[in-house]
């Protein structure tokens, strides 16, 4: 079945979203020391903690994309699940716009519930079968009886559909009838029909063959330009992560290891555990083509189990650079100066830049981080 996505797409008059008051770039979601354990069993008779997320900081800024990376069990979802409200922390806190979204009841709480939206992973489980395309894009409204009128809906289905590469007949056919791509596009109409401000989108395209991915991955980025929404993106492709973010965090069991902006993540990657995931991903070739890293950095060992995380840096037990003091002391985040070591507390490189308000910085949670000529060199 041909995707309309071949087809140009005429842009939709967009319903206004109801906007809170913070502008397109600045912070939205800040998550701070957000840790979540799960109880598990260990034995027969006995149970045990397996931490999920240990101490996560993380900011979505509005309109801009953050990449979520890291290897599976790293604790991706499970951070989705906070920022969506579907997991409460054990600790640390998340605020939305500088309140906590934990804390809100009634109205405020169903307002909130509006603002942050996922697309999921499988277009082929997430939509009823039962329901057609319409149906199943005007479903939340069912949950928000007040948010448009039922005479406003058909027309706002139809806007929807125009807004993902759709065409308006498109409402009247079910899921089975779509190809995935196209099945996808319905799942980003729906999550788009409540004007959320944030998506959080859990590996949105790799359920789909790699020709309708791109068209996917371009619908999200015009939906993104028109309405200004911010999406989490989580992918296990480098590649398409760079692509599509403005910002990017790198996961290592239950801790964020280096954030900062994409391209300086990407091309400068200062934690021995992003060197060595950049290290086993495709390049584009554009990156290719600027040189720098060459080696594949083969990591020993396995991830340790969360349950019984190692002492001091988690990523110690695998990294090729591990001093006794990685053993010792937790690692903070300390801001990366372009072209130099990062302040941190072994490293006794120069001062960190003056601390600029609202802007994302480079940062990197290690004793040892690498400095640019050991990734020229691989190492
Ligand atoms: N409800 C739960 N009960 C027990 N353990 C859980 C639960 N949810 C997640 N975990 C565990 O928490 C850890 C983090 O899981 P999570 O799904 O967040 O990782 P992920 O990085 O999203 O992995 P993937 O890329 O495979 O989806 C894993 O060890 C997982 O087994």
């Given at each position: 079945?041909?995707?309309?996505?071949?087809?140009?797409?005429?842009?939709?008059?967009?319903?206004?979203?109801?906007?809170?008051?913070?502008?397109?770039?600045?912070?939205?979601?800040?998550?701070?020391?957000?840790?979540?354990?799960?109880?598990?069993?260990?034995?027969?008779?006995?149970?045990?903690?397996?931490?999920?997320?240990?101490?996560?900081?993380?900011?979505?800024?509005?309109?801009?994309?953050?990449?979520l990376?890291?290897?599976?069990g790293?604790?991706?979802?499970?951070?989705?699940?906070?920022?969506?409200?579907?997991?409460?922390?054990?600790?640390g806190?998340?605020r939305?716009?500088?309140?906590?979204?934990?804390?809100?009841?009634?109205?405020?709480?169903?307002?909130?519930?509006?603002?942050?939206?996922?697309?999921?992973?499988?277009?082929?489980a997430s939509?009823?079968?039962?329901?057609?395309?319409?149906?199943?894009?005007?479903?939340?409204?069912?949950?928000?009886?007040?948010?448009?009128?039922?005479?406003?809906?058909?027309?706002?289905?139809?806007?929807?559909?125009?807004?993902?590469?759709?065409?308006?007949?498109?409402?009247?056919r079910?899921?089975?009838?779509?190809?995935?791509?196209?099945?996808?596009?319905?799942?980003?109409?729906?999550?788009?029909?409540?004007?959320?401000?944030?998506?959080?989108?859990?590996?949105?395209?790799?359920?789909?063959?790699?020709?309708?991915?791109?068209?996917?991955l371009?619908?999200?980025t015009?939906?993104?330009?028109?309405?200004?929404?911010?999406?989490?993106?989580?992918?296990?492709?480098?590649?398409?992560?760079?692509?599509?973010?403005?910002?990017?965090?790198?996961?290592?069991?239950?801790?964020?290891?280096?954030?900062?902006?994409?391209?300086?993540?990407?091309?400068?990657?200062?934690?021995?555990?992003?060197?060595?995931?950049?290290?086993?991903?495709?390049?584009?070739?554009?990156?290719?083509?600027?040189?720098?890293?060459?080696?594949?950095?083969v990591?020993?060992?396995?991830?340790p189990?969360?349950?019984?995380?190692?002492?001091?840096?988690?990523?110690?037990?695998?990294?090729?650079?591990?001093?006794?003091?990685?053993?010792?002391?937790?690692?903070?985040?300390?801001?990366v100066?372009?072209?130099?070591?990062?302040?941190?507390?072994v490293?006794?490189?120069?001062a960190?830049?003056?601390?600029?308000?609202?802007?994302p910085?480079?940062?990197?949670?290690?004793?040892?981080?690498?400095?640019?000529?050991?990734?020229?060199?691989?190492?």
């Open positions: 079945m041909p995707d309309p996505a071949n087809t140009p797409r005429t842009p939709a008059p967009a319903t206004a979203t109801a906007r809170t008051t913070t502008a397109d770039g600045e912070p939205l979601v800040e998550a701070r020391g957000v840790t979540k354990t799960f109880r598990v069993p260990r034995s027969a008779s006995g149970s045990t903690r397996l931490h999920a997320l240990a101490g996560v900081d993380l900011t979505v800024r509005r309109g801009r994309t953050l990449g990376v890291g290897e599976s790293c604790g991706k979802s499970t951070l989705a699940r906070v920022l969506l409200m579907l997991e409460r922390p054990d600790a806190t998340v939305y716009a500088g309140a906590d979204p934990f804390a809100l009841r009634g109205e405020p709480l169903l307002r909130w519930r509006r603002r942050v939206q996922m697309v999921f992973q499988d277009p082929f939509l009823n079968p039962r329901l057609s395309a319409g149906e199943l894009i005007a479903e939340p409204w069912r949950s928000h009886p007040g948010l448009i009128s039922r005479d406003g809906r058909e027309r706002r289905v139809r806007e929807l559909l125009d807004m993902v590469g759709l065409r308006p007949g498109d409402a009247h079910y899921p089975q009838e779509f190809s995935g791509g196209q099945r996808q596009r319905i799942g980003i109409a729906r999550a788009l029909a409540l004007n959320p401000e944030v998506i959080v989108c859990d590996e949105p395209v790799s359920a789909l063959d790699l020709s309708v991915q791109a068209q996917v371009n619908v999200l015009d939906v993104q330009a028109e309405l200004g929404v911010a999406y989490v993106f989580i992918s296990h492709d480098l590649p398409v992560v760079r692509h599509m973010s403005d910002q990017v965090a790198v996961m290592y069991l239950g801790r964020v290891v280096e954030s900062g902006p994409a391209e300086r993540v990407f091309t400068a990657p200062r934690h021995p555990y992003t060197a060595s995931l950049l290290s086993a991903a495709p390049r584009p070739p554009a990156a290719a083509a600027e040189g720098g890293r060459t080696g594949r950095i990591l020993a060992g396995e991830v189990s969360p349950a019984d995380p190692p002492s001091g840096c988690r990523f110690r037990t695998r990294c090729w650079q591990a001093e006794e003091v990685c053993a010792e002391v937790l690692p903070p985040d300390a801001p100066l372009a072209g130099s070591a990062p302040a941190g507390p490293s006794g490189g120069p960190p830049e003056e601390p600029v308000p609202d802007r910085r480079h940062l990197v949670a290690c004793h040892l981080p690498l400095e640019p000529a050991d990734r020229a060199a691989g190492r």
